[in-house]
T-cell receptor, first 111, second 113 residues
Framework: GESVGLHLPTLSVQEGDNSIINCAYS??????FIWYKQESGKGPQFIID?????DKRQGQRVTVLLNKTVKHLSLQIAATQPGDSAVYFC??????????FGTGTSLTVIP | NAGVTQTPKFQVLKTGQSMTLQCAQD?????MYWYRQDPGMGLRLIYY???????DKGEVPNGYNVSRLNKREFSLRLESAAPSQTSVYFC????????????FGNGTRLTVT
């Protein structure tokens, strides 16, 4: 999973497999969480978000799970494709205006 | 739909030079942000503007100034660039109170020699 200030974690998966990327967030008061995808040379791209009153939210091929008890967030990508190769990171906010970002996990999809 | 547009895409400065990074959004968002991204670190907030006419410091404001020119535009100025400001700078916007996540531009890669 992600940790602030450490080497970027990496995850390699076979094309077609499911991927799970984890994130530990820091503040139990955080009430809004977002997953971003960042490809090389581009800005972060919104994938999916979830509010603290939910445990799970699904999008197209992606699911976010929120465990407030242990302050853990995960992103599941179904049937991972080569185009999913990127850095993924989570963001949390509790101030309403300031987001705090993890350092990210680098996902490599092996064809 | 352009979203968030940043200029320039690349810039090289000498120590002590000044420059302004430009950002514009066309999503009618109230809030705009400037972040920097350095290897091994998460995005760090430099300044933000919760609404037109207001600006506030973020986590790493030293050496930077900002101007919220109007609802669409939010600029970041380096008055006297230092090598420690070598980074990738991202502008973002959101309508947070309407439940909108941050939407980012594609960044400005700045090198200070």
């Amino acid at each position: 999973g992600e940790s602030v200030g450490l080497h970027l974690p990496t995850l390699s998966v076979q094309e077609g497999d499911n991927s799970i990327i984890n994130c530990a967030y820091s503040n139990s008061a955080s009430d809004y969480f977002i997953w971003y995808k960042q490809e090389s040379g581009k800005g972060p791209q919104f994938i999916i978000d979830i509010r603290s009153n939910m445990d799970k939210r699904q999008g197209q091929r992606v699911t976010v799970l929120l465990n407030k008890t242990v302050k853990h967030l995960s992103l599941q990508i179904a049937a991972t494709q080569p185009g999913d190769s990127a850095v993924y990171f989570c963001a949390e906010t509790y101030t309403g205006n300031q987001f705090y970002f993890g350092t990210g996990t680098s996902l490599t999809v092996i064809p | 739909n352009a979203g968030v547009t940043q200029t320039p895409k690349f810039q090289v400065l000498k120590t002590g030079q000044s420059m302004t990074l430009q950002c514009a959004q066309d999503m009618n968002h109230n809030s705009m942000y400037w972040y920097r991204q350095d290897p091994g670190m998460g995005l760090r907030l430099i300044y933000y503007s919760a609404s037109e006419g207001t600006t506030d410091k973020g986590e790493v404001p030293n050496g930077y100034n900002v101007s919220r020119l109007n609802k669409r535009e939010f600029s970041l100025r380096l008055e006297s660039a230092a090598p420690s400001q070598t980074s990738v700078y991202f502008c973002a916007s959101s309508d947070l109170f309407a439940g909108s996540p941050l939407h980012f531009g594609n960044g400005t890669r700045l090198t200070v020699t």
